[in-house]
């Protein structure tokens, strides 16, 4: 019962998750973060069982961080860390990981990859499945919320990527929340809505914030 939502705007990505932890017909947590920064300007939204969504965002979370440190430890003008591999080698390097465990003891997971290459300023947006394939998207949903939210994106997405504002993305993301809490069966109360551009990831709203416990 997930959602994560992805959208690309010219300079660089909208995400938001609802907040919810859920099994069964239980609501264990209404402050859960499924948007997960991978660097210090990418981020993976995962939806999915939450054992599989937090070991395998944790796993390949570690595994670029060791990649980073071990090849490269530049900073840029923000004094953040320069990624060592550029956005798209992220998102190849996780779909091939999502596809080895495909066929050992697969991940049960869906993903939204997006950030932006602080070296060339440009945003990118990528969508995976459980059975790890990959796309390069302007926007995307995974979850039931994609019945909902993709008739919304397709309406709405008008103008070229190098046309919409993050102003233009936020209406986008909001349109959308407001669609599942209005039609949407499950209630998800709260909802995250993060941002990574050049300045790197920051929070634009919360309905429950992740470090209470």
Do not use: W
Not at 118 to 141: F, N
């Amino acid at each position: 019962m997930d959602t994560v939502l992805g959208v690309q705007y010219n300079g660089g990505v909208v995400m938001a998750c609802d907040q919810s932890n859920a099994f069964s017909i239980l609501v264990k947590q209404s402050n859960l973060d499924k948007l997960v920064p991978m660097t210090e300007y990418s981020v993976m939204g995962v939806s999915g069982p939450q054992c599989d969504a937090n070991n395998f965002s944790q796993y390949v979370a570690k595994n670029l961080q060791f990649y980073h440190y071990a090849s490269n430890q530049e900073e840029d003008s923000n004094g953040k860390s320069l990624p060592s591999l550029s956005l798209q080698a992220q998102a190849h390097f996780t779909r091939n990981e999502l596809a080895q465990a495909l066929r050992r003891a697969p991940y049960q997971v869906n993903l939204i990859y997006g950030g932006i290459d602080p070296m060339t300023k440009e945003p990118a947006l990528y969508i995976m499945d459980y059975l790890a394939s990959l796309h390069k998207v302007q926007y995307g949903a995974q979850g039931y919320s994609g019945y909902f939210c993709l008739s919304v994106f397709d309406r709405a997405y008008q103008k070229p990527t190098s046309e919409t504002t993050l102003d233009d993305a936020l209406a986008m993301i909001q349109q959308c929340i407001h669609e599942l809490k209005t039609r949407f069966l499950f209630a998800q109360p709260n909802f995250l809505v993060k941002v990574v551009d050049e300045q790197g990831i920051r929070i634009v709203s919360q309905g429950a914030d992740p470090l209470d416990n």
